[in-house]
């Protein structure tokens, strides 16, 4: 069964860093785009980056370009999220989600993590 496991999260200060991970199992996910998306409280869930699995070619949206960077290690079947200079703004749940194409509508993605929590404080 196919399965993604976010990790990483935690509470950090504003102007600080995290790095989330995203574990893929169960399938070959070879084929897919792999993206990250966040929740805040009350607000709508939004895309925030995605790398094609094997050619390492990357999205993001405005409001992260610059400071958040998505890689993978296809050896490890793991997406990560280098989140830096983050703001109070970034605090949302973040999830791993996959893709067979390109977009940034969530309901193009098939499979989703359960999500981890960042926080950041002001």
């Known amino acids: 069964q196919a399965q993604l496991v976010e990790s990483g999260g935690g509470l950090v200060q504003a102007g600080g860093s995290l790095r989330l991970s995203c574990a893929a199992s169960g399938r070959t996910f070879s084929s897919y785009f792999m993206g990250w998306f966040r929740q805040a409280p009350g607000k709508e869930r939004e895309f925030v980056a995605r790398?094609?699995?094997?050619?390492?070619?990357?999205y993001y949206a405005d409001s992260v370009k610059g400071r958040f960077t998505i890689s993978r290690d296809n050896y490890k079947n793991t997406v990560y999220l280098q989140m830096n200079s983050l703001k109070p703004e970034d605090t949302a749940v973040y999830y791993c989600?996959?893709?067979?194409?390109?977009?940034?509508?969530?309901?193009?993605?098939?499979?989703w993590g359960q999500g981890t929590q960042v926080t950041v404080s002001s």
């Open positions: 790398i094609t699995w094997s050619g390492g070619i990357t």
């Open positions: 989600a996959a893709s067979l194409i390109a977009a940034v509508a969530q309901n193009t993605y098939d499979y």
